[in-house]
């Protein structure tokens, strides 16, 4: 069975700082990919990234960042020089080909 | 806009009512998916429906019934729900089941059961 675990429930930042989300996730399969989502106050679900499991390479768009490593199971992202508007909770999923598994997410509040 | 509408966008329904829930979606999506939210917990995969049949049903009770009568559209209807029912339910579609690029998501509905 997969897993994806948030370790960090809640967390709180002033803006400008910069700050990781943690996201560890457990499966047997060797093919699989891994997504970031945001979920700000409206409800809805907005794609951030997705990554598969052939491709370690780090990414980078704009403030944010994704740190995937295997080894470790793990798919951090980092917000550089936070704001406001990144205030949101965020989900990491994994998908097997089948459907996707999300975490309890981590909500986000970024202070002025 | 999302191109996943669901409606309505909040709901409030006494334990003894009938009521559906509907989402919409136009991107020519062949699967499409309802999740429940509830606080603190993550979401939790209810259905599943790939080219209008139904693939997965995650152990969800009866009283949640939903229904696809195209790929189109999605709905659940609900009855004689509990309090502990009350949560952000979530539609979403993908190109295919199974696809490996992601969801697009509704807003969701906000169902309070009193």
């Known amino acids: 069975a997969q897993k994806v675990t948030q370790a960090q429930t809640e967390i709180s930042v002033v803006e400008k700082e910069d700050v990781t989300l943690d996201c560890v996730y457990e499966?047997?399969?060797?093919?699989?990919?891994l997504f970031w989502y945001k979920q700000p106050p409206s409800g809805e679900l907005v794609f951030l990234i997705r990554?598969?499991?052939?491709?370690?390479q780090n990414e980078i768009s704009g403030r944010y960042s994704w740190n995937f490593q295997k080894s470790t199971s793990s798919f951090n992202f980092t917000i550089t020089a936070s704001q406001v508007v990144d205030s949101a909770v965020y989900f990491c999923a994994l998908s097997e080909a089948r459907y996707m598994r999300f975490g309890a997410g981590t909500r986000l509040t970024v202070k002025p | 806009e999302t191109g996943v509408t669901q409606t309505p966008r909040h709901l409030v329904m006494g334990m003894t009512n009938k009521k559906s829930l509907k989402c919409e979606q136009h991107l020519g999506h062949n699967a499409m998916y309802w999740y429940k939210q509830s606080a603190k917990k993550p979401l939790e995969l209810m259905f599943v429906?790939?080219?209008?049949?139904?693939?997965e049903n995650n152990s969800v009770p009866s009283r949640f019934s939903p229904e696809c009568p195209n790929s189109s559209h999605l709905f659940l209807h609900l009855h004689t729900l509990q309090p502990e029912d009350s949560a952000l339910y979530l539609c979403?579609?993908?190109?295919?089941?199974?696809?490996?690029?992601?969801?697009?998501f509704g807003s969701g509905t906000r169902l309070t059961v009193v």
């Open positions: 979403a579609s993908s190109q295919e089941f199974g696809d490996f690029y992601g969801y697009t």
């Open positions: 990554r598969n499991s052939f491709d370690e």
């Open positions: 499966t047997r399969d060797t093919t699989y990919y």
């Open positions: 429906y790939n080219f209008k049949e139904q693939t």
